[in-house]
């Protein structure tokens, strides 16, 4: 079984849906827990970064981490073509230095126009 | 600020070929790491350095090896490329207590 398990997809969903990605995990160390973006042929970039549990939002975005259900999410309000993207969850433990980073597959979004 | 640049951006190698993929950051930021993404996989880490000067083994570390050549560069060589290498290579950095920037990435193909 992998570290962390994401939905491939592909989703496909209209224009101005909410949409939500999740990911599940099974190391209970994890503390640090991040939503990257990723255009088709580009790097990873970052969308969003939590700490422990709870909620952060940053305009349409909004992460969701429950960490006795060993769950976090990603939803996205008021969804645009230009969120076509592949969504990567990814999450590490306390790490001094270096944090290694354990990924979900990725999922695959297209927002229809 | 370039960011984090990686070089090449494409190569194509045969079997048993060696190269090296290069990397830097002008971020100034501590450690660096490899990274590999294939179809289904997500992104698995190769090796990492937490500081200048320390290289570590992350989860698929078989068949690469790393130098770190000085704080703000990273570079990945292949010995003797396999065709179960061929994949897109992602360098990253990242500040103590931050987050990992991604560079743009160089894609391989080994026959």
């Known amino acids: 079984q992998k570290e962390v398990e994401q939905d491939p997809g592909p989703l496909s969903v209209p224009e101005g849906a909410i949409v939500s990605l999740n990911c599940t995990y099974s190391n209970s160390a994890f503390q640090y827990f991040m939503w990257y973006r990723q255009y088709s042929r580009k790097g990873p970039e970052l969308l969003m970064y939590t700490y422990s549990s709870g909620n952060k939002e940053d305009g349409r975005f909004t992460a969701q981490v429950d960490k006795s259900s060993k769950y976090i999410s990603l939803f996205i309000r008021d969804s645009q073509p230009s969120d076509s993207a592949t969504y990567l969850c990814a999450m590490s433990d306390i790490i001094q230095g270096a944090q290694k980073l354990v990924f979900g597959q990725g999922t695959r979004l297209t927002i229809n126009p | 600020n370039a960011g984090v640049t990686q070089t090449p951006k494409f190569q194509v190698l045969k079997t048993g070929q060696s190269m090296t993929l290069q990397c830097a950051q002008d971020?100034?930021?501590?450690?660096m790491y490899w990274y590999r993404q294939d179809p289904g996989m997500g992104l698995r880490l190769i090796y990492y350095s937490a500081s200048e000067g320390t290289t570590d083994k992350g989860e698929v570390p078989n068949g690469y090896n790393v130098s770190r050549l000085n704080k703000r560069e990273f570079s990945l060589r292949l010995e003797s490329a396999a065709p179960s290498q061929t994949s897109v290579y992602f360098c990253?950095?990242?500040?103590?207590?931050?987050?990992?920037?991604f560079g743009p990435g160089t894609r391989l193909t080994v026959t």
């Open positions: 971020m100034n930021h501590n450690s």
């Open positions: 990253a950095s990242r500040l103590a207590g931050g987050v990992q920037y």
